[in-house]
């Protein structure tokens, strides 16, 4: 089973940075994808970034593109996701997300993400 520990959460003010971290074990192959989603408060959940280990492939949405980026530290199976140019709509619950191939994707706890005006 993977298991997923979400952390980096915090207050920050419009354009202000902010680093998020998503450390997983238990993977049962190489051939995984690990990804952020967030959730804002009455919205639905949206994905954010995502970055296969394996291939080392990297996506990003439209709104995360030019601030966002997400790189893995491989050795610790731990995903960062760096945050610049935030914006009130940043706000929500940033969720970790990995999916094994052929396996129930796996989620973390969710931590805050509340960027003020």
């Known amino acids: 089973e993977v298991q997923l520990q979400a952390c980096g959460g915090g207050l920050v003010q419009a354009g202000g940075s902010l680093t998020l971290s998503c450390a997983a074990s238990g993977f049962t192959s190489d051939d995984y994808a690990i990804a952020w989603f967030r959730q804002a408060p009455g919205k639905d959940r949206e994905p954010v970034s995502c970055?296969?280990?394996?291939?080392?492939?990297?996506y990003l949405t439209d709104s995360a593109k030019g601030r966002f980026t997400i790189s893995s530290v491989n050795a610790k199976n731990t995903v960062s996701l760096q945050m610049s140019s935030l914006k009130p709509e940043d706000t929500g619950l940033y969720f970790c997300?990995?999916?094994?191939?052929?396996?129930?994707?796996?989620w973390g706890q969710g931590t805050l993400v509340t960027v003020s005006s």
């Open positions: 970055i296969y280990i394996k291939y080392g492939r990297i």
């Open positions: 997300n990995v999916k094994e191939y052929l396996r129930e994707a796996a």
